[in-house]
């Protein structure tokens, strides 16, 4: 309790004390080798002092390495290991590789809140994801909040799979009687094995779905207990840095 209470504290001093010098972050915790890159190419290790991240900074971890970044706007970021995270300007982050789990805010000023990859530009409206920036798996998976995905050049090509949980939603869109709904739920069933696909540049990614992306083809289904297990190791790890970020949040 001791803990959290110094860590909110933390918090809050640090959120108002950033707006200078061009700092948008700072590294919380590390675990291995952690490194950041400026504007120059220059490295510096994290040390006394030097747990501070500027705009236009990349944090890099190495293989069996993780760090916890709190930046100045509302965001709590897990770097995995293997993962570069460039930060840009306010609200806006660049992720150039590897995998990155986020958390953001659920109100937000007026600047607009985005991560860049080379295969989408994602919206952010107060949410939990994971992104993997990996070179053979592009993937987004959305635990809480919603998400605009934006393709960088064409139209994405959307293979959505219908699972029957899925039904609970088009029900409650309906205000139809029993026996019209019914009809209509047995018509859904005999599509829950087939895929729908359409053509979109942008679309909004729901809660308990994840995507993967090869090329401009994308395939949404909803959450494997894989990446849900991904979660909850980030949260694991960032322990009680992510309790007393979303204690804040809460209380804003």
Do not use: C
């Amino acid at each position: 309790m001791v803990m959290r209470l110094s860590l909110l504290f933390l918090l809050l001093i640090f959120s108002a004390s950033v707006l200078a010098d061009n700092i948008r972050g700072r590294i919380v915790k590390i675990q291995g080798h952690v490194y950041i890159l400026n504007d120059k190419n220059e490295k510096r290790q994290p040390g006394k002092g030097k747990f501070l991240v500027r705009g236009n900074e990349t944090v890099i971890t190495e293989g069996n390495s993780r760090a916890v970044i709190q930046f100045s706007d509302g965001v709590l970021s897990v770097l995995n290991e293997n993962s570069r995270l460039r930060v840009e300007k306010a609200g806006w982050i660049s992720q150039l590789s590897g995998k990155v789990y986020y958390i953001f805010k659920k109100v937000f000023k007026k600047q607009p809140k985005k991560v860049f990859t080379r295969f989408a530009t994602i919206g952010i409206r107060g949410t939990t994801f994971v992104v993997n920036a990996d070179i053979n798996k592009n993937m987004i998976a959305l635990q809480k909040g919603g998400l605009t995905i934006q393709s960088p050049a064409g139209d994405y090509a959307i293979r959505r799979q219908v699972d029957s949980a899925g039904f609970s939603d088009f029900k409650s869109e309906q205000k139809k009687q029993f026996d019209e709904m019914h009809q209509q739920y047995l018509d859904y069933k005999q599509q829950l094995s087939k895929e729908f696909v359409e053509y979109k540049k942008s679309f909004e990614l729901e809660e308990n779905y994840q995507l993967s992306f090869d090329g401009v083809k994308v395939e949404q289904k909803s959450m494997s207990p894989d990446i849900e297990k991904e979660f909850d190791d980030f949260s694991l790890f960032a322990g009680d840095y992510i309790s007393a970020y979303r204690e804040l949040d809460e209380s804003n």
